[in-house]
């Protein structure tokens, strides 16, 4: 089982098209995978579940997306110049023995011509410190309003194709 994380808590993002992209891509690989958009995390979270305090419907959702599965697609989008900060809050909710040697691949999105460069720098570094393993090709999803059709699909080809190579190189391990 595959998680992808939206790594972001707004409503009806462009991120979590982005994410359904990639769910239907694995699934025509015959992936078994999962999103958990932030977007759906308790509100208060921050307050109820971090730092030694108890929250079980976040408990649970940590339990089912991250601790359950191998494997992660974390997809971000640029939010003042990195990634955003609920999807940082998120991570400090996790155990650091839970989530060792685990992989995941990163996607960035923009709309602007970086495709979220920097954020997917600052979110690899988060998870080499945690010793997760970071899938090297990081698609730079820039301009995503022109880059994403009315059906969801990618219309570049090869914005495509290096997808499918970071998705090998997942699927691999």
Known sequence: MISIIVGTNRKNSETLRVAKYYQKTLEDRSEDCQILDLANLPHDFVYTALYGAQNEEFNTLVEQYIFSVEKLIV???EY???FP???KAFIDGWN???VFNKWVALVGVSSGRQGNARGMDDLTNVFNYLKINVIPI???MSQISDLLNENNEVADDGMKGMINM???LLLEK
């Open 75 to 77: 997809v971000t989008p």
């Open 80 to 82: 003042n110049g990195s």
């Open 85 to 87: 900060g609920v999807m």
């Open 96 to 98: 650091p023995r839970r």
């Open 138 to 140: 990081k698609p730079p």
């Open 166 to 168: 970071q998705l090998d």
